[in-house]
């Protein structure tokens, strides 16, 4: 086969067929488990401060006249961080039809660029309790405990587990996890309904851990032990975090424990240089993963 003349319709024809690959492989990889663990906040600008979080109250019985809150002076403050991967095809190789080799990089960008924040969310959940990193609409880090502030007590999402190695002591730190988080009041003093702790992160390396969790998310449980299966819908082994200290979370529900303020969602940017003969491609995506709201989130904490 000879080779075709330089045009700007084939290399048009080459990009179009990179993004087709590109937009294919980002769509099937947006579905995740950590999607469930953050809330998006979408058109957002470089600089937000979200003051709302956790601020809004459960209705109460009307009493004649109301009592007025309003927007918090403080906040949990996010800058916007650009991302960017770049590549370079020959364009001879468009010429000679031999694009199928530069096909995997595209395939591969689409999923890195669906899933590029959720090594951001596992990161802000592994430096969870550094107020710089994970600060909290209340002022504390993501997991503490002195949380809770006007109206509400002082609140701890941390619990001491009774250990990570034993079938028993992960359902029995499971229950009491589930039991504190029954408990957290909003910053009006009102106890939260309707939080579903459901999900469970933990250590990837912690093989044992990982088969335990296993077990319980099967609804298999050993001779008279409490089944805790009813709140493990999900597991998420997350090479971040090391140790024998795991998290229960709720997933799926109005408030999450995370936040992602997207600036602007990755984006194919495509041209051509002449000069060097090159087609230049790269995904480029502006966000900022932050920690929203403890309340759905309990560390159980283990030492080892």
């Not at 209705?59 to 650009?82: C, H, M, N, P």
């Not at 468009?94 to 924040?117: N, S």
């Not at 992960?170 to 309904?193: H, S």
């Not at 920690?291 to 080892?304: K, L």
Request: aromatic residues 10%; charged residues 20%.
């Amino acid at each position: 086969m000879g080779i075709k003349p330089l045009t700007d319709d084939l290399v048009r024809a080459a990009q179009n067929g990179f993004k087709s690959l590109y937009l294919k492989d980002y769509k099937a990889a947006s579905e995740s488990p950590w999607r469930a663990l953050f809330t998006t906040y979408s058109d957002a600008g470089e600089i937000e401060i979200y003051t709302a979080l956790g601020a809004v109250a459960q209705l109460k019985a009307w009493t004649g006249s109301r009592e007025f809150t309003t927007r918090s002076a403080d906040g949990v403050q996010v800058i916007s961080k650009e991302y960017d991967v770049a590549y370079a095809v020959d364009m001879m190789d468009a010429q000679r039809d031999k694009l199928g080799r530069h096909a995997g990089w595209f395939q591969a960008a689409g999923k890195r660029a669906a899933t590029y924040m959720f090594p951001l969310v596992a990161a802000v959940l592994a430096n969870g309790t550094n107020l710089a990193y994970s600060r909290c609409w209340d002022g504390k880090p993501l997991f503490s405990i002195t949380h809770g502030k006007r109206k509400g007590t002082s609140q701890s999402n941390i619990i001491t587990g009774a250990g990570a190695d034993t079938l028993a002591n992960v359902q029995l730190d499971i229950a009491k996890a589930n039991a504190a988080g029954r408990t957290f009041q909003d910053d009006q003093g009102e106890y939260i309904e309707g939080i579903a702790y459901n999900t469970v992160i933990y250590p990837a390396a912690n093989y044992t851990l990982g088969k335990i969790l296993d077990i319980i998310k099967q609804k298999r449980q050993a001779l008279d032990q409490p089944d805790q299966s009813q709140y493990v819908d999900t597991i998420i082994p997350s090479p971040r975090i090391t140790g024998n200290t795991y998290y229960l979370a709720a997933g799926g529900g109005l408030e999450r424990p995370f936040g992602w303020q997207e600036e602007m969602a990755p984006t194919l940017e495509q041209s051509s240089d002449f000069g060097t003969r090159k087609m230049l491609s790269a995904i480029h995506a502006s966000g900022q993963a932050f920690a929203s709201d403890w309340r759905t989130i309990i560390q159980i904490s283990n030492a080892g």
